[in-house]
Structure formats: structure tokens, C-alpha cells
């Protein structure tokens, strides 16, 4: 069964840092288009970042571009995201996905429940920031 599992999320302060890993088992990474959306409670699903299976592009949503990266490791066959400057508004469970494009992992969807289009994703990784 394919699987990914994300971990490293947690409680921080506003302006710290927090690198999230996702680990794929019985597929590798580089097979799909591979990132991570986000839902925070009571609001859609927001895309994150994304690295193209297509073209190796990378991309990033407006609100976490200069502050977020992303990066693969395909001999640990693990995609992870560090996050700097940590905001409130980051707080959300974080979620990673692999799917044929970056467009289906990087909609920004009203109904948060949505997997459409996703061939894979994780059960998540709860990241909350406060002071």
C-alpha cells in the first residue's frame, strides 16, 4: 500500500523555526509531483509547496514564499520543509501529498476534506504557533 508519513510538527513561538519531514514507502517520490497543503481549523485546504515530477520546478504559495523550502531526498526517499520565521497564521495541520501535477497538491480548495486528484497523502502533522 502506498504510504506517506509525515512528522516534526509542534508548538513554537511566533518567529521560530520548524522542519517537517515526510517519509514514502512502496513508491518513490520522484515518480509523482510531490508538496504539502495545509488546513487550519474551520478554513479550506491551502496549498503549500510543490516539487514538479514534470519539469523539477519548484513552487511556492504567495504567504509562505521566502520563508518556506522545500526539498527532496531521494536516497531516504523523503521530501521535508523547513519553515522560518514562523507566523500565527501558519498554525495548521500540515499535510504532504503526491498527485500527477503541482496544480491538484497547490489548489486551494473551500471544502478542506478534498483529496481530489491526490494519488497519495499522509494523516498529517499539527503545527501551532503561539505565543
Request: charged share 20%; aromatic share 10%; hydrophobic share 35%.
Amino acid at each position: 500500500q502506498l504510504q506517506l508519513v509525515e512528522s516534526g510538527g509542534g508548538l513554537v513561538q511566533p518567529g521560530d523555526s520548524l522542519r517537517l519531514s515526510c517519509a514514502a514507502s512502496e513508491f518513490t517520490l520522484d515518480d509523482y509531483s510531490i508538496g504539502w497543503f495545509r488546513q487550519a481549523p474551520g478554513k479550506g485546504r491551502e496549498g503549500v509547496s510543490c516539487i514538479s515530477s514534470q519539469n523539477g520546478n519548484v513552487y511556492y504559495a504567495e504567504s509562505v514564499k521566502g520563508r518556506f523550502t522545500i526539498s527532496r531526498d531521494n536516497a531516504k526517499n523523503t521530501l521535508d520543509l523547513q519553515m522560518n520565521s514562523l507566523k500565527p497564521e501558519d498554525s495548521a495541520t500540515y499535510y504532504c501529498a503526491a498527485a500527477d501535477f503541482c496544480s491538484y497538491i497547490l489548489a486551494d480548495l473551500a471544502e478542506s476534506t478534498s483529496r481530489k486528484n491526490l494519488e497519495v497523502w499522509g494523516q498529517g502533522t499539527l503545527v501551532t504557533v503561539s505565543s
